[in-house]
C-alpha cells in the first residue's frame, strides 16, 4: 500500500485523475452489475407479466365477444401462445401443440384448479413464464405463455440499455473532470513558471483570472514577489548606508588614533580627542547591537521565548530615561501610570523602550508622555504627523522614516513585542504621535 501512495504521488495530476477514474468506474461497474445480475431476472420478469397481462386481456376480450378464429388470438405472435379452457372442458389455443408436454399437462391441471378472479403468475422449470386468469362471465380460464427467447431477448436489451446508458454517465463525467483538472493544471503551470522565472530573478507578470482558491493563490504570489523585490531593494540601500555610516566612526577612530600615537591632539586636547574618538565608538557600537538585536529576534522561536514571566517595567523606563535625557534637555519626558506589568524578559524590553524613546526624542518638539498600564505601554510626542502611506511600513525592517537612521529599531520594536504576544501601534493625534503596545 506504501508504494502504491509513493507511486500516485510520482504521477501528474491528469495521470492521476485518469487513474482515479479508472478505478472508480470499474468498482462502480462490478458493483453494478453484480446487483443487476441478482435483480434483473425479478426486473424482467416483473416486465415480461405486464406484457402477458395486456395481451391477455386483448384475448379475453375477443372471447367474452364470441370473436372465433383467426381473430380470437388476434395478429399471430410465435413468442406468445394462448390456450383457453371451455366449460365444455375443450381447449382453445393458437399453437399449445408445441409445448412441452409436462409443460401443457402442468398448466391444464394449474387452471383446473384457479378458482381466483386475480390472474395468478407462473414460472416453469425452464424459466419460461406465463399467467393463467379466469374469465368469470364465460365460466372458462386462459393461460397465456412466453417463449424463453422472448424471455433472454428482452433481458438482453434491457441489460444492454443499461450498459450503454453508464457508458455515456461515465464518459461525459470523465469528459467533465478532464476539463476541470485542466483547468487546475493550466494555471498552475503558469504558475510554476512565474515562480521559476522569479527565482531566476527574471522579470514575470502572473495574471490568472480567476476568483478561486488557485486566482488567491496567484494574487498572494505576485504581492510576495512585489513585498520581497522592495525589501531587497529597500535592504540594498540599507547596507549601503550602514556601509557609508560604519566608515566614518571608524575613520575617525582611525584617524584620531594614529594622530594620538603620533603626538598629535586632532581636536585641541588629548581628552577632547579622546571624547571624540569613545563617541565614535558608542555610535559604532549602537549601530552593530542593533544589527544584531534584529537578528537574534528573527531566529528566536515560540519554543525559545518565556511568555509567562511577568515583570514591572516601569523601573527599566525610568533607567532608559536617565541614560536619555541628556541627548534632549529641551525636551521634558513624563512617565503616567502605577501599573506596569508585562510579559517577557528585562533585556528585550529594555531594547524597545529605549528605541521608542530614541525615536520619541528625535522628533518632539518640547514634551514626550510615557503611560504605563498592566500589559500596556504608550509612548507620545508631540512632533509632527507620520505621513498616512507610511504608518503601516513603519514597523518593517530597513523601513526609515524621515530622519531615521537606519530604519532598525522600530523593526526591532515590532519583533520583540510580537514575540511577546504583543501588538504595536502608531497613531497621529491632534498634537503629536502615538506609540502604543497593548495585548
Known sequence: MKKFGQYIRKLSLTQQLVLIVVLTMTFFLFFIFGTISKNMDVLVDYQIYDVIKLKQQDVIYNYTNDIEDPYLFGAPNPNMIHIISTPDGKYLSNGMETLDKRLLRQIEIQMDNNQYGDSVNYIYSDSRLYTITNIPSKNASIATIISRDYNDAFKDMMLNSVVNILMV???????????????????????????EKVKRNEDATLIINREDEIGQLAEVLVEMNDVIRHQEKVKEEMIQNISHDLKTPIATIKSYGE???????????????????????????????????????????????????????????????????????????????????????????????????????????????IETDDHMISVYNDGSHLAEGKIEQLFKAYEMGEGGQFGLGLSIVHKVTSNYGYHVSAVNTEHGVIFKIER
Not at 287 to 296: A, G, I, M, P, S
Not at 308 to 327: D, P, R, T, Y
Open 169 to 195: 454517465l461515465i464518459a461525459l463525467v470523465f469528459m467533465t473532470l478532464l476539463i476541470w483538472v485542466s483547468s487546475i493544471i493550466h494555471p498552475l503551470n503558469v504558475i510554476r513558471n512565474y515562480i
Open 259 to 369: 594622530a594620538i600615537k603620533d603626538g598629535v591632539y586632532p581636536y585641541e586636547t588629548l581628552e577632547k580627542s579622546v571624547d571624540v574618538i569613545i563617541e565614535h565608538a558608542d555610535r559604532l557600537e549602537k549601530k552593530v547591537y542593533n544589527l544584531l538585536t534584529l537578528n537574534r529576534m528573527d531566529y528566536l522561536t515560540s519554543e525559545q521565548i518565556d511568555q509567562n514571566h511577568e515583570f514591572e517595567v516601569k523601573e527599566i523606563i525610568e533607567q532608559v530615561i536617565v541614560s536619555s535625557n541628556q541627548l534632549r534637555q529641551d525636551v521634558s519626558i513624563v512617565v503616567v501610570g502605577d501599573n506596569s506589568l508585562i510579559y517577557g524578559s528585562e533585556e528585550p524590553w529594555r531594547v524597545v523602550i529605549e528605541n521608542l524613546l530614541d525615536n520619541a526624542l528625535r522628533y518632539a518638539q518640547t514634551e514626550i508622555v
